[in-house]
Nanobody
């Protein structure tokens, strides 16, 4: 069974911080480092949008302009886990956040490049 399970979401005041985690499990992820990982988000009434991505080794990252300087993606291949540190949160960051895995990828900003998706975790920022 393939699983990506996000955690760490919740309610936070504007200006606060949260750290999201995404743990990968299952036979498919026996070699987690074969997968580039990404974070996407979807706010009510809006399309899913790219947030950040990280290469298989973790040596290269990319972040959407809207979160650059505030959010940081990282990964621990020994723990089969990818993280999203979110600082200086804004009301407009409110969304369901999804992690996704891209087999043998480079860390795409395009959702259709990803093979596996988690169920999502809600992040709500109060103004």
């Amino acid at each position: 069974q393939v699983q990506l399970v996000e955690s760490g979401g919740g309610l936070v005041q504007a200006g606060g911080s949260l750290k999201l985690s995404c743990a990968a499990s299952g036979r498919t992820f026996s070699t987690f480092s074969n997968y580039a990982m990404g974070w996407f988000r979807q706010a009510p009434g809006k399309e899913r949008e790219f947030v950040a991505a990280i290469s298989r080794s973790g040596g290269r990252t990319s972040h959407a302009d809207s979160v650059k300087g505030r959010f940081t993606i990282s990964r621990d291949n020994a723990k089969n886990t990818v993280y999203l540190q979110m600082n200086s949160l804004k009301f407009e960051d409110t969304a369901v956040y999804y992690c996704a895995a891209e087999a043998y990828g480079l860390g795409s900003a395009t959702s259709r490049s990803y093979n596996y998706w988690g169920q999502g975790t809600q992040v709500t920022v109060s103004s």
